[in-house]
């Protein structure tokens, strides 16, 4: 027994005597026999920390890649939760209407919260807008919220001013920076992953304390193009035919984008036939179809259209691909909001912020009466 002893502490004399010699080996590949570091050992250290890190972005992309590929776990639940926190979710009462969109149906006074009151009692209407997405993020968030709530209708809101531009960014603009080009490739593509990572920094972002009575000011304050949304400022400097080149679907890189398009858009269209429920098509149209006023406003933030007077027909071409795309389609509904909200517009009706090209409350409830009336008929 003794011996036994001595033997195991013999053994456990030996190991820190290993470790010093891996730590030395290891000096001594990295400083070279000197034992003092040297520029090729800098080199290999900075190399190969380089490399490690290399190595962790790609594990982290991948990871989330495939979580988000399989929704799993939910990686919009907490919009999904802020977005319908009035709701019991354990009682299943009368039909079911599942809304699906971007930043114009995203938020708990949009146009789904509007669109319960509409419909009344025997409805639900469950809000799973998430700002920024398109009809490739939409029909990826269906099949979650279908195996959750088995919708009996789905409204898939889809905004003629940017869904395409979010397919096929500008990436050979001048003024785009290396870092900008890069992540556009790379979410042009058809990965999710640089898309969602910087969707959440952009919401951490947005948690940052604010002063109240400035939000309330820039809300309120009068049409100036150093009010306007950041985003359609740049843009409209960066590709002044933007607005035009998506209505229209003109272009090689609009093509390739509705090509993308309409590939998940019929993705959506067999969900929700496999599902056994009616998809109504929501299209928003650009605030510059609407009224002169915000024809106006864009032309002073330097955007540019060959004809103004096409871009207000309905409908216009990208309406018109979305109602070919899914012709035939006796469950699908495509609902253009154009007409009405010109006629809303002409009688004084403001649809859109003033420094935002984003929908007022009065905007949210016209959107939810025509989805409403579309619905009964």
Same mark, same amino acid.
């Given at each position: 027994?003794?011996?036994?002893?001595?033997?195991?502490?013999?053994?456990?004399?030996?190991?820190?005597?290993?470790?010093?010699?891996? =730590?030395?080996?290891?000096?001594?590949?990295?400083?070279?026999?000197?034992?003092?570091?040297?520029?090729?050992?800098?080199?290999?250290?900075?190399?190969?920390?380089?490399?490690?890190?290399?190595?962790?972005?790609?594990?982290?992309?991948?990871?989330?890649?495939?979580?988000?590929?399989?929704?799993?776990?939910?990686?919009?639940?907490?919009?999904?939760?802020?977005?319908?926190?009035?709701?019991?979710?354990?009682?299943?009462?009368?039909?079911?209407?599942? $809304?699906?969109?971007?930043?114009?149906?995203?938020?708990?006074?949009?146009?789904?919260?509007?669109?319960?009151?509409?419909?009344?009692?025997?409805?639900?209407?469950?809000?799973?807008?998430?700002?920024?997405?398109?009809?490739?993020? $939409?029909?990826?968030?269906?099949?979650?919220?279908?195996?959750?709530?088995?919708?009996?209708?789905?409204?898939?809101?889809?905004?003629?001013?940017?869904?395409?531009?979010?397919?096929?960014?500008?990436?050979?603009?001048?003024?785009? =920076?290396?870092?900008?080009?890069?992540?556009?490739?790379?979410?042009?593509?058809?990965?999710?992953?640089?898309?969602?990572?910087?969707?959440?920094?952009?919401?951490?972002?947005?948690?940052?304390?604010?002063?109240?009575?400035?939000?309330?000011?820039?809300?309120?304050?009068?049409?100036?193009?150093?009010?306007?949304?950041?985003?359609?400022?740049?843009?409209?400097?960066?590709?002044?035919?933007?607005?035009?080149?998506?209505?229209?679907?003109?272009?090689?890189?609009?093509?390739?984008?509705?090509?993308?398009?309409?590939?998940?858009?019929?993705?959506?269209?067999?969900?929700?036939?496999?599902?056994?429920?009616?998809?109504?098509?929501?299209?928003?149209?650009?605030?510059?179809?609407?009224?002169?006023?915000?024809?106006?406003?864009? $032309?002073?933030?330097?955007?540019?259209?060959?004809?103004?007077?096409?871009?207000?027909?309905?409908?216009?071409?990208?309406?018109?691909?979305?109602?070919? $795309?899914?012709?035939?389609?006796?469950?699908?509904?495509?609902?253009?909001?154009?007409?009405?909200?010109?006629?809303?517009?002409?009688?004084?009706?403001?649809?859109?912020?003033?420094?935002?090209?984003?929908?007022?409350?009065? =905007?949210?409830?016209?959107?939810?009466?025509?989805?409403?009336?579309?619905?009964?008929?």
């Amino acid at each position: 027994m003794v011996k036994s002893v001595h033997g195991d502490g013999e053994q456990g004399q030996r190991h820190p005597s290993c470790t010093r010699l891996i =730590g030395s080996a290891i000096m001594t590949a990295m400083t070279g026999r000197s034992g003092r570091w040297t520029p090729r050992s800098v080199t290999m250290a900075v190399g190969a920390l380089g490399i490690g890190l290399v190595l962790v972005v790609l594990a982290v992309l991948v990871i989330v890649e495939i979580s988000y590929r399989l929704q799993w776990p939910d990686p919009h639940r907490a919009e999904f939760k802020a977005f319908n926190h009035s709701l019991d979710f354990s009682k299943r009462e009368g039909s079911t209407l599942l $809304a699906l969109g971007d930043s114009f149906t995203a938020g708990a006074e949009s146009w789904p919260f509007a669109l319960q009151t509409n419909l009344g009692e025997g409805w639900q209407v469950l809000n799973a807008g998430v700002g920024g997405t398109t009809i490739t993020h $939409a029909e990826r968030i269906s099949r979650l919220r279908f195996r959750q709530f088995h919708p009996d209708v789905v409204v898939y809101q889809t905004y003629v001013g940017n869904d395409l531009l979010d397919l096929r960014h500008p990436r050979e603009a001048q003024g785009v =920076g290396v870092t900008k080009r890069i992540y556009w490739w790379i979410v042009d593509s058809g990965f999710f992953a640089p898309w969602f990572l910087n969707h959440r920094a952009a919401a951490l972002a947005a948690l940052m304390p604010s002063d109240p009575e400035i939000v309330e000011a820039a809300v309120a304050a009068p049409f100036a193009v150093d009010n306007y949304s950041p985003r359609d400022r740049w843009l409209s400097r960066l590709d002044p035919n933007h607005v035009e080149r998506q209505i229209l679907v003109e272009g090689d890189a609009m093509e390739a984008a509705w090509r993308q398009y309409r590939r998940g858009l019929r993705l959506l269209v067999e969900r929700c036939r496999v599902n056994e429920a009616d998809l109504v098509i929501l299209v928003v149209p650009h605030c510059v179809q609407v009224a002169p006023i915000y024809l106006e406003r864009f $032309a002073a933030m330097g955007a540019r259209w060959s004809d103004a007077d096409i871009l207000a027909r309905s409908p216009v071409p990208f309406v018109a691909r979305v109602r070919e $795309a899914v012709k035939g389609q006796s469950s699908v509904r495509v609902v253009d909001a154009l007409p009405a909200m010109q006629r809303a517009e002409r009688k004084g009706i403001q649809l859109y912020s003033t420094n935002d090209p984003h929908l007022t409350p009065e =905007g949210s409830e016209l959107l939810a009466q025509i989805v409403a009336l579309s619905i009964r008929e």
